[in-house]
């Protein structure tokens, strides 16, 4: 009997011991937990993910084990159609988990995608991983830095650059997206002017009292809703179609005229003067809205991006990388975009800068056959060149110290820096901005102190001897310089010097020919037709002269349109003969005098 | 025949009236139209219904299996726990007459639950089907209405899901000259004498440290029976290598698949499907480029497909019924295109491509696939009616369900447990290997003909698939198999509905010898 309590005693006196040892653990364990206060306030809005932490119990372990199996023999046999539930539910098991989070993102972008055939699916797939990341993870991982950066890569590398067959299709659904949110940016070569249009979004109300208490009449608000246009993309939807807003409508021979009642009732309510000034706030309150409801950008960050960087045109994808990749800096370590340099953001900060350089300059026609598809087209955008060059030349410093020489060995960014200018000078002087070309050999040559013979060149034999070392350019550079090499052509014919003219344009031509043969070839890089792409060029220089850095007055463009060959005035007449007729009107102008219809 | 009916009949109103039938009921009801109304999928109307169709039909099947564990084991050891079974027994009613009565009460009730979830099932994926596709409404939204023909979604849930699908492999490659040649050349440099005795080395080899004994092998050496048995080995060996070479395809080579023994009528509308994977020598190619040509050489139809494919995923595309042979026959070459520098070698697996013909409609599909999973119910009923005879409810509940989770785990256990020469496997390898191997002879393998899987991908599951699940299947093998009638040259099969007999065999035996009261 007393053997008996005796061991009864023991065994309470140790389990009394280790549930004590247990308390004990608890408070150095929980302050070691990474999950930080909006990680718990942000899973305390979830109860679904609440009660999947709790609910299967000790089975959540081998649930999670099976839903991983299971996913990747799925995959593996093609089989996709469950995909996306259940990477969301192992992600909603593991809410904590950015890992997690981040590797089902990468295997729908970049594996799934990839097992797919059809643009639709392709798409499908990288939206969602886009989805998975930023609607999701980075809403339960608001501070977890890989997020960001995987996020950032996809805009970065899946749908910024062009190994993947179908990245045109990535690059145009998101610049339809962004097309309808925000439209272009104003067709202007100055900065200021492009954030100015921006600040409306950023300084609209955040909700619907605060934009009553604006001044936005009721009445307006009223007719929207009886229209049944509600304040989100049913409103940017009719307003991009109806309005008269250059910057989002469709082009004058795309544009559709209302066909009911209702629509008209609608168009009127886009168009009116009446309601100017309701419209262009209400515009700005839905596209805050919806950045950052849907998107789930920040557009106080956005213009921040803007006013460091450059004029970023949201429609491209560079745009996005760089959003992303410098907001991860910003929310997981507190660094400010002062502090945000090449060095600590995986390069995404420099590539993306590069890219812009050059294809900055987005011409977006819209496709009314499948709005999905809008036809996309790119130029090099000068006003990044700076931004890039101070963000190279500050990391720089950072590699080599406050007092180290920029050619020191420690600088290991320097030979992609040299890079990266030879090919502005390039750039600046094929496109016929020598001083510009002149300043950025200099920074090359004193600077940076790149050794070599061609660096001791005059700035015109500089660029003579790089083309012929370069031999086939990359993809954007080949674009780049295609814009730039065209832009001098016809800036020299509307100035009538027909030499210059001949001389930019066949090398245009040379350097398309040249591309068609040594890369042309792979089917995701085929170029359209030269006529076509030179058409377009034509077209955005008579309609949007500014987009291309160029300012031409009316009678410049006719007597440009007069030199056109018969055949380019036959393709461009259609596309003009709205808007520059509009323009003529408006300075007295005749325009079938000055712009006759060519001979069929 | 009366008293069977009679306890049939009782075991089905008494599991009607228990609570935990109306729970599994509400479960199975609500999960059904729950999933069938909030299915995404993938985005795609054939993934909404596939993805409705895998979670209906599996939640279903394991609430319907559940409800069997704990109705089944609830009903008999009730019985005995109450004693009720006193009243029973003291009637005109023979044991066995009890024993199968209970089975067949709670499968009466399997059934009748089973059908018209099925049929549930059915019509909402019905219903799935009928709503608009996203190409379908952008078309109408663009103001062309009608049938969108060139819809790849829509084709896809006519072709892939709302059909019955036959399973065909391409024929084997005709390697018999280029065998014996190689047999012939091997013989002529090595010598025969030579093939067998180092055949034997590697043999005796395998699992020692120490170098063959050379007697022992001159002495095998003059077993004449041995030489043939070793001779026959080599050549599979060297027809595997053969067949093997014949799957690698070079940049800018082709390989030829031939598919006979389709089914042809001139009315035949439905498409085929062909599933492939491709397995590149050098995995850093993201994608592969191949071409596919469909050739039929009678009628002179050539389609050439060009295709990307991501490397070792199952992928497939579809092939117009005119490719087919009035004989039934399929010519499909496989090209390997060089892209550029990233030319590498593929391997075309011949068991890893299928072609998928129509054979049979959705509807008899799905009745079909409800009589495998009434299989599966049907085993389990029989496992609990044999557990619940001489064990108590908590016991017989985790019995049955260990045996439901091994039988759902069972591809997984095979996969897990299989022995891997290259990997030197050890005495805890064979040991869990033939363990597992052991344990299934008694429990069926759920994860053989998936009703699931045959629904979800528009399998055909064939009334000879059906027998195979409820009989016991003989068939031939070339010898090479592990089991025990390997001699025979056999392999016998046995189905669910047999080992269901066998275990209620059992159960009524264990019942027959039970003590149920003793008079005092």
Redesign the interface.
């Known amino acids: 009997m007393f053997k008996e309590r005796f061991v009864q005693l023991v065994m309470l006196i140790l389990a009394g011991a280790v549930f004590t040892s247990a308390a004990l653990l608890v408070g150095p364990l929980n302050s070691k937990r990474p999950l930080k206060a909006e990680f718990e306030q942000a899973l305390a809005k979830h109860p679904k993910i609440i009660l999947l932490q709790v609910a299967p119990g000790g089975l959540r372990a081998p649930l999670l084990t099976y839903l991983w199996?299971r996913s990747q023999q799925l995959?593996?046999?093609?089989?996709?159609?469950?995909?996306?539930?259940q990477r969301d539910l192992i992600c909603d098991l593991m809410p904590h988990f950015p890992g997690v989070w981040a590797f089902h993102a990468w295997d729908m972008a970049w594996?799934i995608s990839?097992?797919t055939?059809?643009p639709?699916?392709r798409w499908?797939?990288v939206s969602?991983g886009i989805r998975l990341l930023r609607d999701r993870g980075l809403k339960y991982n608001p501070n977890d830095l890989i997020l960001y950066r995987e996020l950032a890569w996809i805009f970065f590398s899946k749908m910024g650059k062009y190994?993947d067959?179908m990245h045109m299709v990535y690059k145009q659904r998101w610049a339809a997206k962004m097309h309808l949110l925000l439209g272009a940016p104003p067709m202007t070569e100055s900065v200021e002017k492009v954030i100015d249009a921006f600040l409306p979004i950023v300084e609209a109300p955040g909700n619907l009292n605060d934009l009553l208490k604006q001044g936005v009449s009721a009445e307006f608000i009223n007719r929207l809703g009886k229209s049944g246009i509600g304040l989100d993309e049913t409103f940017l939807d009719y307003y991009n179609r109806f309005s008269n807003d250059p910057l989002v409508a469709p082009p004058t021979w795309m544009r559709n005229e209302p066909e009911t009642d209702k629509e008209r009732q609608i168009a009127n309510l886009m168009q009116s003067e009446k309601y100017a000034d309701d419209r262009r706030k209400v515009l700005a309150f839905v596209r805050r809205k919806l950045l950052i409801e849907k998107y789930r950008m920040d557009p106080e960050w956005m213009l921040k991006l803007m006013k460091r960087y450059g004029p970023l045109d949201w429609r491209n994808v560079n745009s996005h990388a760089l959003y992303w990749s410098t907001l991860g800096l910003n929310r997981a370590m507190n660094l400010d975009l002062g502090e945000i340099n090449a060095l600590n953001n995986d390069r995404i900060l420099l590539g993306s800068l590069k890219s812009l350089t050059r294809t900055g300059q987005l011409y977006y026609t819209p496709n009314p056959?499948d709005p999905d598809r809008p036809i996309l087209d790119w130029g090099p955008d000068w006003r990044f060149i700076e931004p890039t060059n101070r963000e190279y030349l500050r990391a720089e410093r950072i590699l080599v110290g406050p007092k180290g020489r920029l050619d020191d060995e420690k600088n290991n960014l320097r030979v992609g820096h040299i890079t990266y200018l030879s090919n502005v000078v390039q750039l600046l002087y094929i496109g016929g901005r020598e001083s510009l070309a002149r300043k950025y050999y200099n920074v090359i040559r004193n600077v940076l102190k790149a050794k070599g013979e061609v660096y001791t060149l005059s700035l015109h034999d500089f660029v003579i001897e790089k083309r012929r070392q370069a031999g086939v350019p990359t993809v954007e550079m080949t674009w780049a310089l295609f814009g730039s090499a065209l832009r001098s052509a016809y800036r020299a014919l509307a100035g009538g010097n027909h030499t210059e003219f001949a001389r930019h344009h066949a090398f245009a031509r040379r350097i398309y020919n040249t591309y068609l043969k040594n890369v042309g070839t792979?089917p995701r890089l085929k170029p359209r037709p030269f006529s076509e792409l030179e058409r377009n060029f034509v077209i955005t220089l008579l309609l949007r002269p500014r987009s291309i850095g160029l300012s031409l007055p009316l009678l410049i463009k006719a007597r440009l349109y007069n030199t056109l060959s018969p055949r380019m005035q036959r393709e461009v007449y259609p596309y003009i003969v709205g808007p520059v007729k509009r323009e003529c009107q408006k300075e007295g102008l005749d325009f079938n005098k000055a712009f006759p219809e060519p001979m069929k | 025949m009366r008293n069977l009916w009679a306890v049939a009949r009782e075991t089905f109103i008494q599991c009607v009236r228990t609570r935990i039938i109306t729970i599994f009921i509400v479960l199975i009801a609500g999960w059904v139209f729950y999933v069938g109304l909030t299915v995404?999928?993938?985005?795609?109307l054939?993934?909404?219904i596939?993805?409705f169709l895998?979670y209906g039909t599996s939640l279903t099947q394991l609430f319907l299996s559940l409800a069997t564990i704990f109705l089944a084991t609830g009903i008999i050891t009730r019985d005995i726990r109450n004693k009720h079974i006193f009243t029973v027994v003291t009637k005109p009613i023979a044991r066995w007459q009890y024993v199968l009565g209970r089975w067949l009460g709670v499968i009466l009730l399997d059934a009748s639950l089973l059908f018209p979830t099925m049929g549930v099932i059915y019509l909402m994926a019905e219903y799935l089907r009928r709503q608009p596709t996203?190409?379908e409404i952008k078309a109408a939204s663009?103001g062309r209405s009608g049938v969108v023909l060139a819809d790849?979604d829509r084709l896809a849930v006519e072709n892939e899901i709302f059909t019955a699908r036959a399973v065909h492999q391409p024929d084997p490659f005709e390697i018999n000259d280029a065998l014996q040649q190689r047999w012939n050349k091997l013989v002529k440099e090595r010598g025969l004498d030579n093939l067998i005795g180092d055949y034997l080395r590697k043999e005796m080899q395998k699992g020692s440290a120490n170098p063959p004994d050379e007697m022992e092998i001159e002495r095998r050496l003059r077993d004449a029976a041995l030489r043939k048995k070793i001779i026959t080995k080599i050549r599979k060996d060297l027809r595997r290598q053969i067949i093997e070479e014949t799957e690698l395809v070079r940049p800018g080579s082709s390989l030829r698949l031939t598919f006979s023994g389709l089914k042809w009528k001139k009315s035949m509308a439905g498409r085929l499907e062909l599933?492939y994977?491709l397995h590149p020598f050098h995995s850093y190619r993201?994608?592969i480029a191949s071409i596919w040509q469909v050739v039929n050489p009678k009628s002179g139809y050539s389609q050439i497909i060009p295709?990307?494919?991501?490397p070792?995923?199952?992928?497939?595309f579809m092939i117009p019924p005119q490719a087919v042979t009035d004989d039934g026959k399929l010519t499909v070459y496989y090209i390997n295109v060089p892209?550029?520098r990233e030319k590498t070698i593929i391997q075309v697996k011949s068991n890893e491509i299928n072609l998928y013909q129509q054979v049979g409609s959705f509807e008899g599909n799905i009745f079909r696939a409800s009589l495998i999973i009434l299989a599966r119910l049907v085993f389990l009923t029989a496992v609990a009616v044999l557990f619940g005879v001489f064990l108590s409810f908590p016991i017989t509940c985790l019995a049955c369900l260990l045996v439901f989770s091994l039988g759902m785990m069972s591809g997984?256990l095979f996969d897990a447990t299989r022995i891997v020469p290259a990997a030197s496997p050890g005495g805890f390898d064979y040991f869990s290997h033939y363990l597992v191997r052991g344990i299934f002879i008694f429990i069926p393998t759920f994860s053989g003909t998936s009703a699931v899987d045959a629904l979800?991908d528009g399998v055909n599951i064939s009334w000879a698939n059906l027998l195979k699940e409820y009989a016991l299947i003989i068939s031939r093998t070339d010898g090479n198999s592990n089991w025990l009638w390997n001699s025979l040259r056999f392999q016998v099969e046995t189905g669910i509905g047999l080992r269901s007999m066998l275990a209620l065999l059992i159960g009524w035996l264990i019942f027959r010898r039970r003590q149920v009261g003793l008079a005092t």
Request: no cysteine; aromatic share 8%.
């Open positions: 199996i995959k593996e046999d093609g089989k996709f159609f469950d995909a996306k539930q594996n990839v097992a055939h059809t639709d699916e499908l797939w969602n190994t067959e056959n792979k | 995404e999928g993938d985005g795609t054939k993934g909404k596939q993805t895998a996203t190409y663009a790849p599933r994977r993201r994608t295709r990307t494919d991501s070792n995923t199952a992928s497939s892209t550029g997984f979800v």
